[in-house]
């Protein structure tokens, strides 16, 4: 039965930093608070997917703590992409900040040049199936879209039908590491370029009440911009956040867990990650419950059921 006030939750990309939202939803679970619909991108999509097909928190993050330690996991992980010296390791925020130092020692570069994604196709898939059954996306048991970005009509595709794996693939598919997925005349690449926390797309769904995951950090006012590829990448950055701050603004809650201590490349932070999770969520769970009374009510006084009280 439709629950009077559907409640939607928007997971947002983020690469590892992304695994708090497993923490978040253990705890919604927890405390009781129904999740009607879920809109992910990137590894909001991948960590929302496996919740909606099994809805049950520990088993999914035992799901994932799994998946971290197969050899599946270790065939695709971008070394190149997380430099164990501290001093080397990137300090911007964004992807493509992200690479700024790897551009400069040309492994990046070296990549890109000789091949469309230094990780294949196979290794890729080989991932997402170890997480994810061979499903359409209409049998997860909780409404799920899939945000993905279109290369050829630069248009955000929002995924509700089809097969599942295949849309997690595209949602994930970071530019110039993971391999674009083709899902009819569509080159589709990862939705955080497009839509980073899908808020619009979840309230489209039918939701009532979004709650907005988000693990991106704050650009760093501190760093210099002495280069030309420097001020390239920030004023990319700067783009990309505004586009979001602005997209967060139609959610009815924002949840922020603190991840800014793990980088987005490195998984090895699941149990920091899940903490910082359900801790921002805790903190949010009194605005949570008052807006669920307040949704609920705002329903069950609204046409039709206004209108007969009001009408002689």
């Known amino acids: 039965m439709r629950r009077i006030c559907q409640i939607g939750l928007a997971l947002g990309g983020g690469g590892a930093k992304g695994l708090a939202h497993l ?33 049950k928190g520990e088993f999914v993050v035992g799901r994932f703590r799994r998946y971290l330690e197969s050899k599946e996991f270790k ?14 390791l990137p300090t911007f925020e964004g992807i493509f900040q992200r ?30 199936d170890f997480l994810l059954d061979d499903v ?10 899939i945000i993905a970005l279109d290369l050829k009509s630069a ?22 590491i993971l391999p674009p997925v083709k899902i009819g005349e569509r080159e589709l690449v990862d939705g955080g370029w497009i839509d980073r926390v899908p808020v619009r797309p979840a309230r489209e769904m039918g939701a009532d009440l979004v709650m907005a995951v988000d693990v991106a950090e704050v650009l760093d006012e501190t760093e210099e911009y002495d280069t030309g590829l420097g ?72 046409f039709p059921f206004g209108r007969a009280f009001s009408s002689p």
């Open 99 to 128: 690479f700024a130092s790897f551009i400069k020692k040309g492994i990046f570069y070296s990549q890109s040049l000789t091949k469309r994604a230094p990780i294949s196709e196979q290794n890729f898939a080989q991932n997402i």
């Open 231 to 302: 001020i390239f990448l920030r004023t990319n950055d700067i783009s990309r956040l505004a586009l979001s701050r602005m997209q967060l603004k139609e959610a009815d809650i924002v949840i922020n867990p603190e991840v800014s201590g793990v980088h987005w490349s490195d998984f090895g932070h699941l149990d920091e990650c899940l903490h910082a999770g359900e801790q921002a969520t805790r903190e949010k769970l009194g605005a949570i419950k008052s807006l669920m009374k307040k949704k609920k009510l705002k329903k069950i006084f609204s």
């Open 23 to 55: 923490g978040v939803l253990c705890t919604l679970e927890r405390e009781g608070i129904p999740i009607d619909l879920i809109a992910g991108t990137s590894m909001g999509a991948l960590v929302g997917s496996v919740y909606a097909r099994w809805p």
């Open 75 to 88: 065939k695709t992980y971008p070394e190149f992409l997380h430099v164990p010296n501290h001093e080397e």
């Open 155 to 176: 248009e955000e595709v929002v995924i509700r039908q089809g097969s599942l794996r295949k849309a997690v693939r595209a949602s994930c598919a970071i530019p110039g």
């Open 136 to 145: 359409e996306i209409q049998q997860t048991q909780i409404p799920l879209a």
